[in-house]
């Protein structure tokens, strides 16, 4: 019994000062504007005072597409509580494919198109998705 809670002791510890490291250590959410698609702006400093996730996905990628639906509901759950979802289409992603998926699916969140890349390169070279950012 003592060794266990001499383990947890230690597991409880490190996690704390790690904790600590990375919240101490995390950058600002980098500013961005997002075309969303029906031509609309948001902006990066929308998100302050929310929670917000930002998802890079493409609708080529099995994972992403696999994914949506869960995204769908956590965005229902926590929609209430002022958390926003903005799903980022990558630059490859053809716009038209894109908007079929968000109107077949009836996507509830912010859909934006990242046409040049800039988007995917400002948020940490973003290349393999699905790539998500909690923010705050």
């Given amino acids: 019994m003592p060794r266990k809670f001499l383990l947890a002791s230690i597991v409880a510890a490190c996690a704390t000062v790690t904790g600590a490291y990375l919240w101490k250590n995390t950058p600002l959410a980098p500013a961005s504007t997002f075309v969303l698609l029906d031509g609309s702006l948001k902006s990066s400093a929308d998100f302050i005072g929310k929670v917000t996730l930002v998802n890079f996905w493409a609708t080529s990628c099995?994972?992403?597409?696999?994914?949506?639906?869960?995204?769908?509901?956590?965005?229902?759950?926590?929609?209430?509580?002022?958390?926003?979802?903005?799903?980022?289409?990558?630059?490859?992603?053809?716009?038209?494919?894109?908007?079929?998926?968000?109107?077949?699916?009836?996507l509830p969140f912010d859909v934006a198109i990242d046409n040049t890349g800039s988007l995917a390169r400002a948020w940490g070279d973003v290349q393999l998705t699905p790539t998500s950012y909690l923010v705050n």
Avoid at 77 to 85: L, M, P, V
């Fill in 62 to 106: 099995t994972t992403c597409v696999a994914e949506m639906p869960q995204m769908v509901s956590t965005f229902h759950q926590y929609q209430a509580k002022g958390s926003r979802t903005v799903a980022v289409a990558m630059q490859y992603d053809p716009p038209a494919y894109v908007l079929n998926f968000a109107q077949t699916r009836k």
